[in-house]
């Protein structure tokens, strides 16, 4: 069993930058890919990016391809996801996943086994 906490979410003006903490606990993640989602209001839960149990493999959605980047540190059981040049349709509760080794499968949502409580984001002036 795996549980993650995501911290780090808040308000920032357009343009701004945040960086996400998820830590797992439970036991080592180091063998598992991890996964970045988020849910907005009204609208399904959508990949945000992915990292491969080494952190050699990183996938990204368009929308944040160029301004997120997913990082983590086996050693502290932590995956981090910086986001910078936040946009208002940023806006949403960011969730930390955790799944099997490899990286077939880590944008759907339906690829992962564990979940954060997640940690709302807002981006408005």
């Known amino acids: 069993q795996v549980q993650l906490v995501e911290s780090g979410g808040g308000l920032v003006q357009p343009g701004g930058s945040l960086r996400l903490s998820c830590v797992g606990a439970g036991r080592t993640f180091s063998d598992l890919r991890m996964g970045w989602f988020r849910q907005a209001p009204g609208k399904e839960r959508e990949f945000v990016a992915a990292i491969s149990w080494t952190g050699g493999s990183t996938k990204y959605a368009d929308a944040v391809k160029g301004r997120f980047t997913i990082s983590r540190d086996n050693a502290k059981n932590t995956v981090y996801l910086q986001m910078n040049s936040l946009k208002p349709e940023d806006t949403a509760v960011y969730y930390c996943?955790?799944?099997?080794?490899?990286?077939?499968?880590?944008?759907?949502?339906?690829?992962?086994?564990?979940w954060g409580q997640g940690t709302q984001v807002t981006v408005s002036s």
């Open positions: 996943a955790a799944g099997g080794p490899l990286m077939i499968g880590s944008q759907r949502a339906d690829g992962y086994d564990y």
